[in-house]
């Protein structure tokens, strides 16, 4: 495999889209939220942090955190980098091989999140392990993401983007990656998180035979 595959060389914060002011304020309460929620969830545990908690925490209200994030759930699941994955993926060279690109753009967004984000990751993940809410939650909003991902995919591949291989495909590579993580938290995460993406995407390469 190509070394540009297995050590990305950008970081997704850069290829973010310009924002303007409305943009940017609107980032900065998601932020805010989240943070706050992180740090409650971290004094007193989820299920005893409540959406109104949060909400005076991160001084707006609760129908403000409801208007970013429909579920409680849903702060802890979500980040900024779609757009910038997407634009990711829709730069990598015409002919490279989709698993290799949404490699590619996984190692570019967990290599940020290991090194910019590192504890809220651990919790996250800690969370996603512990609280069947979580994973519920997960696998719904999974849907999204893997819609994103097979439009894009579409585009690359001339693919029509209800192409049932094609949704196949992505369905299995993010479960792949969710197994993954959820199997990182289990083990205390000791084990290098990136490798075992990799080994993951290398069992989807070569077949699922075991």
Same mark, same amino acid.
């Given at each position: ?10 970081? @997704? +914060?850069?290829?973010? /889209? ?13 932020? &805010?939220?989240?943070?706050? $929620?992180?740090? @409650?969830? &971290? ?10 908690? #949060?909400? +005076? ?11 970013? %994030?429909? &579920?409680?759930?849903?702060?802890? =699941?979500?980040?900024?980098?779609? /757009? ?8 990598? /060279?015409?002919?490279? /091989?989709?698993? +290799? ?11 940020? %999140? ?12 800690? @969370?996603?392990?512990? *609280?069947?809410? #979580? ?7 999974? $849907? !999204? ?8 995919? &579409? ?6 983007? !209800?192409?049932?291989?094609?949704? *196949?495909?992505?369905?299995?590579? =993010? ?13 205390? %995460? ?7 993406? !990799?080994?993951?995407? !290398? ?8």
């Amino acid at each position: 495999m190509a070394a540009t595959t297995r050590t990305p060389d950008l970081r @997704l +914060e850069d290829r973010q /889209p310009p924002m303007g002011l409305r943009e940017r304020k609107k980032l900065k309460t998601r932020i &805010a939220i989240r943070r706050a $929620t992180y740090r @409650l969830i &971290a004094e007193q545990g989820y299920e005893a942090t409540t959406v109104e908690q #949060i909400a +005076e925490a991160a001084e707006v209200s609760p129908s403000t955190v409801f208007r970013y %994030f429909p &579920a409680k759930e849903d702060i802890v =699941l979500t980040d900024e980098y779609d /757009p910038a994955m997407l634009q990711v993926l829709r730069s990598r /060279p015409a002919d490279e /091989p989709p698993l +290799e690109s949404l490699r590619f753009i996984m190692t570019c967004a967990l290599r940020m %999140f290991l090194e910019n984000e590192h504890d809220e990751l651990i919790q996250r993940t800690r @969370l996603m392990v512990e *609280v069947p809410a #979580i994973r519920a939650r997960m696998t719904e909003t999974m $849907t !999204d993401t893997a819609q994103m991902l097979v439009h894009a995919l &579409a585009e690359r591949t001339g693919r029509a983007p !209800d192409d049932v291989a094609l949704r *196949v495909f992505t369905a299995a590579v =993010l479960g792949a990656l969710r197994e993954v993580t959820v199997y990182w938290g289990e083990r205390g %995460f000791q084990d290098d998180l990136i490798e075992l993406v !990799d080994g993951a995407l !290398d069992t989807l390469k070569g077949g699922l035979e075991l």
